[in-house]
C-alpha cells in the first residue's frame, strides 16, 4: 500500500490543472484514469470537433461562389483522410499536452485502470492500494443518450462516433439544436451531408439571446 497527499480520478484537463498544482506544492500525487489520457477536449471534444469545423468551412467556401470576380480553385474532399489527419493531431496533442507533461511532474504517479473506492482513505487500482488525506474525482463527461422512443432499435452516433467516422455520410439528423448539436450539423453539412435539424424546442439556441 503507497501513501499519497493527493490522489485524483481522471486525467483529463481538470485532473491535469489538480496535478500540476500538486506537483508546484511539493505534495505526493496519484493519477488514476480507466479511459484515455487527456479527457474529453483533446479526445473527442474541442480539438477534433475545432478541426473538422475548420476543414468543412475550407472545403465549403471553396465551392461557394461568394463574390464575382473571385475566382478560386474548387477543392475536393477525402473524407477518409481528413479524419486520419485529425487522429494524428489529437494524438500529438495528448502527447505533448500530457504524456509529456505527466513525465515532468515530480512525485506523481500515473495509475491506467478504474479505481474503485474500498473506505474512505483508499482507493484500490487493479493489485495496488492506494492511501491518501485528500481525494479528487474529476472523471469529466461521457454522452448522455436522451430517452427518445425506439432509439433502441436503431445504430445512432454521439459526439465520439461521430468524429470518428471513416465515410461521409450522405443524410445525417441531428437530434437538438443547441451548440454541440449545431456545431455537428454544419461540419457535416459543410462537408456534403444533407443535414436535418430536429430541435423540439420553438427555436433553435433556446437559452440564447435572440
Do not use: W
Not at 487493479?126 to 474525482?137: D, H, N, P, R, W
Amino acid at each position: 500500500m503507497e501513501n499519497y497527499d493527493l490522489v485524483i480520478l481522471g486525467a483529463g484537463s481538470a485532473g491535469f490543472a489538480a496535478a500540476i498544482k500538486s506537483s508546484e506544492l511539493g505534495k505526493k500525487t496519484a493519477i488514476i484514469e480507466q479511459g484515455t489520457i487527456g479527457g474529453t477536449c483533446v479526445n473527442v471534444g474541442c480539438v477534433p470537433s475545432k478541426r473538422l469545423l475548420q476543414v468543412g468551412d475550407e472545403y465549403y467556401y471553396s465551392k461557394s461562389k461568394r463574390f464575382k470576380g473571385l475566382k478560386i480553385e474548387e477543392g475536393s474532399l477525402d473524407f477518409a483522410e481528413v479524419i486520419v489527419q485529425t487522429d494524428e493531431l489529437v494524438k500529438q496533442l495528448r502527447q505533448t499536452k500530457y504524456i509529456d507533461v505527466l513525465k515532468n511532474l515530480p512525485n506523481t504517479v500515473y495509475f491506467q485502470g478504474t479505481g474503485v473506492f474500498v473506505s474512505k482513505n483508499e482507493v484500490e487500482v487493479g493489485s495496488e492500494v492506494l492511501k491518501a488525506e485528500k481525494f479528487l474525482i474529476a472523471t469529466g463527461s461521457s454522452p448522455n443518450i436522451t430517452k427518445v422512443e425506439g432509439a433502441d432499435r436503431v445504430d445512432f452516433l454521439t459526439n465520439v462516433e461521430a468524429l470518428t467516422l471513416k465515410r461521409l455520410p450522405k443524410s445525417m439528423i441531428v437530434l437538438g439544436g443547441r451548440a454541440l448539436a449545431l456545431e455537428f450539423a454544419q461540419m457535416y453539412s459543410h462537408f456534403g451531408t444533407r443535414v436535418t435539424v430536429l430541435q423540439r424546442s420553438s427555436r433553435i439556441l433556446p437559452e440564447d439571446e435572440l
